[in-house]
Each structure stands twice: as C-alpha cells, then as structure tokens.
C-alpha cells in the first residue's frame, strides 16, 4: 500500500513560485503518478501526469512553460513558477497502476488508487 505524504504549498505572491513535494517510499516507474487540483466551487482538474514507465508526460495548459513535474524512487514533485491568483487551489498528488496515458491519467484518473491528502496553495494578488 503506497502512502503519499505531501508537504510545500501555502501562501505566495502572484508570479512567486513553489515546489510541491509528495513522499511515496518505494515508488516505482510501474507506477502513474500524477498532480491534480480543486479550487473552490470548481472540479477536480488534471495539472500534470506521467505514465507508468515515463512513457508519456502530460501538462494541462494552464501549467505548460510554468509548472514542471518529476519523480524520483522517493517521491514526486511539482515545480511551479510564475503564479496567478487562478491558480489558488488545493493540490493533491496520485499514484496507480495503470497502463493510461499521461492525457487518460489527467483527464480521467479512474487508475489513481492512492491520493495524498492535499495541500493548500494561495496566489495573492
């Protein structure tokens, strides 16, 4: 059972930035994983995955040339640069065993069966 701990976020400027950390010890490249986020009154959104193997990266395009994502054997983490006040939500990182894509993964992460808790990010104007 992969346990997700996450940890960063809070309170920053608009055009600041924050890196988004989620520890999952013993994460493997079978796995998907994936950063997504709620702000309020609104759905859940897909921000960025990538697939199991890395075969494929997926960035929303609210986050292309401002967010990056990455992993390594301890975790996965969200770089983000360049902050808008729209981008004031909770951040929640995921992580399946699926063979979906990157896209599939951030539109429809139905194979993401472990979720961190979520972490508040706010973009002061």
């Known amino acids: 059972q992969l346990q997700l701990v996450q940890s960063g976020g809070g309170l920053v400027q608009a055009g600041g930035s924050l890196r988004l950390s989620c520890a999952t010890p013993?994460?493997?490249?079978?796995?998907?994983i994936g950063w997504f986020r709620q702000a309020p009154g609104k759905e859940r959104e897909g921000v960025s995955c990538i697939a199991r193997r890395g075969s494929s990266t997926n960035y929303a395009d609210f986050a292309k040339g401002r967010f990056t994502i990455s992993r390594d054997s301890g975790g996965m983490y969200l770089e983000m640069n360049s902050l808008k006040p729209e981008d004031t939500a909770v951040y929640y990182c995921?992580?399946?065993?699926?063979?979906?894509?990157?896209?599939?993964?951030?539109?429809?992460?139905?194979?993401?069966?472990?979720w961190g808790k979520g972490t508040l990010v706010t973009v002061s104007s």
């Open positions: 013993g994460l493997t490249d079978w796995t998907a």
């Open positions: 995921a992580a399946g065993v699926t063979i979906a894509t990157a896209r599939n993964i951030c539109e429809s992460p139905v194979g993401m069966d472990h």
